[in-house]
């Protein structure tokens, strides 16, 4: 019997290893006295070509061509699309003028056209200034510079600031390079005038002292302070309150610090109820406690796991069978913990201890 495949292809078709480019019927290997046969179309290849003539580019089935060319795209049912494009470079024809302040043009051709109009002046259009600042403080590459309040009266000239107007926080200021009766487009400047702060910080540090930390800090004012605050976090930044001081204070001893990592900062609460919290943090490094277990080897029944830098948060034998035999997931004193292991055989057994730093496998033999 006949095992007959029928194709219909473009151009050519291989079958079996053998490539076709030809219709017709072609017989291949028998095997258990089936042949496999091949009854094959073979539909000759067409292309659908599209001309175009573009003045610098043009764009055809998603693509911008600017050279001359031609192009292939997709194909399907055996025809395939191409573009024969010609792309004409363009050209200008310029008109050359000048013009004091204006120029009215309508023609069809490129305009060279040059106004006498003062430059734009130049100058950082978000400027930091101190508390009083005026608008002369404000520095731009032009000193004949006139400032308004709005881009309307930049524009037309009118209500025109005075230099000496004191900069208000936030606010955007427009001004114009003026020559004679011509003046320039606006420069836009938006002014920063950071509050001053009820407490100035000179320094704040922090360092280990016997089993705690001290912190010393120095201000250069304190205006208007009712009450200082402060702050402690461990290593999730996380801050809150240690202790409320008096606005002089200048040191504390933490006499309980956190396990780990301890990180400082102050705020401070003017006499108004407003907070302002300082950027400054100081930072005491914790010691690198390791995880300890006793006795090991356990003839007691009675294992005492310590705490390292974090609290324990779960505790796991396991055998060496890869069975977990006790497992303590919640654990009621974080920092020292009694695992009872008198229901164990005698043998050697996995400690899984996990904190919040992690992992850790310690090995314990039970006698």
């Given at each position: 019997t006949?095992?007959?495949?029928?194709q219909?292809?473009?151009?050519?078709?291989?079958?079996?290893?053998?490539?076709?480019t030809?219709?017709?019927?072609?017989?291949?290997?028998t095997?258990?006295?089936?042949?496999?046969k091949?009854?094959l179309?073979?539909?000759?290849a067409?292309?659908?070509?599209?001309t175009?003539t573009?003045?610098?580019?043009?764009?055809?089935?998603?693509?911008?061509?600017t050279?001359?060319?031609?192009?292939?795209?997709?194909t399907?049912n055996?025809?395939?699309?191409?573009?024969?494009?010609?792309?004409?470079?363009?050209?200008?024809?310029?008109?050359?003028?000048?013009?004091?302040?204006?120029?009215?043009w309508?023609?069809?051709?490129k305009?060279?056209?040059?106004?006498?109009?003062?430059a734009?002046?130049?100058?950082?259009?978000?400027q930091?200034?101190?508390?009083?600042?005026?608008l002369?403080?404000?520095?731009?590459?032009?000193?004949?510079?006139?400032?308004y309040?709005?881009?309307?009266?930049?524009?037309?000239?009118?209500n025109?600031l005075?230099?000496?107007?004191?900069?208000?926080?936030?606010?955007?200021?427009?001004?114009v390079n003026?020559?004679?009766?011509?003046?320039?487009?606006?420069?836009a400047?938006?002014?920063?005038?950071?509050?001053?702060?009820?407490?100035?910080?000179?320094?704040?540090?922090a360092?280990?002292v016997?089993?705690?930390?001290?912190?010393?800090?120095t201000?250069?004012?304190?205006?208007?302070?009712?009450?200082?605050?402060?702050e402690?976090?461990?290593a999730d930044?996380?801050?809150?309150?240690?202790?409320?001081?008096?606005?002089?204070?200048?040191?504390?001893i933490?006499?309980?610090?956190?396990?780990?990592?301890?990180?400082?900062?102050?705020?401070?609460?003017?006499?108004n109820?407003a907070?302002?919290?300082?950027?400054?943090?100081?930072?005491v490094?914790?010691?690198?406690?390791?995880?300890s277990?006793?006795p090991?080897?356990?003839t007691?029944?009675?294992l005492n796991?310590?705490?390292?830098n974090?609290?324990?948060?779960?505790?796991?034998?396991i055998?060496?069978?890869?069975?977990?035999?006790i497992?303590l997931?919640?654990?009621?004193?974080?920092?020292?913990?009694v695992?009872?292991?008198?229901?164990?055989?005698?043998?050697?057994?996995?400690?899984?201890?996990?904190?919040?730093?992690?992992t850790t496998?310690?090995?314990?033999?039970?006698?």
């Open positions: 006949d095992n007959v495949t029928t219909t292809a473009c151009s050519s078709y291989t079958w079996n290893g053998t490539t076709y030809a219709s017709g019927i072609y017989t291949g290997a095997a258990n006295c089936i042949t496999q091949l009854n179309t073979i539909i000759p067409t292309d659908n070509v599209t175009q573009a003045c610098t580019s043009y764009t055809w089935n998603g693509t911008t061509y050279a001359s060319g031609i192009y292939t795209g997709a399907a055996c025809v395939t699309q191409k573009l024969n494009l010609t792309i004409i470079p363009a050209t200008d024809n310029v008109t050359t003028q000048t013009a004091c302040t204006s120029y009215t309508n023609g069809t051709t305009l060279n056209l040059t106004i006498g109009n003062p734009t002046p130049t100058g950082d259009a978000s930091i200034f101190t508390t009083g600042a005026t002369a403080d404000i520095v731009t590459n032009s000193t004949i510079i006139a400032w309040a709005t881009p309307t009266d930049a524009a037309t000239n009118t025109q005075a230099f000496n107007t004191v900069l208000i926080d936030a606010t955007t200021y427009y001004g003026v020559i004679g009766t011509c003046s320039s487009s606006a420069l400047v938006t002014a920063s005038v950071p509050p001053v702060l009820p407490l100035t910080l000179t320094s704040f540090t360092k280990a016997g089993t705690g930390n001290q912190i010393n800090w201000s250069a004012s304190i205006i208007n302070v009712k009450t200082i605050t402060l402690r976090s461990g930044k996380n801050f809150s309150a240690l202790v409320t001081l008096p606005p002089n204070a200048t040191i504390f933490d006499v309980e610090p956190l396990a780990g990592d301890n990180y400082y900062r102050l705020s401070s609460t003017d006499n109820g907070k302002n919290t300082y950027k400054k943090i100081a930072m490094k914790g010691l690198n406690k390791q995880i277990i006793y090991n080897p356990v007691n029944g009675m796991v310590v705490a390292g974090e609290a324990i948060k779960s505790i796991t034998v055998n060496l069978n890869g069975v977990k035999v497992t997931p919640t654990v009621s004193n974080p920092k020292t913990v695992v009872n292991t008198s229901s164990l055989i005698r043998g050697v057994y996995l400690l899984e201890i996990k904190d919040a730093q992690g496998i310690k090995k314990v033999v039970v006698h």
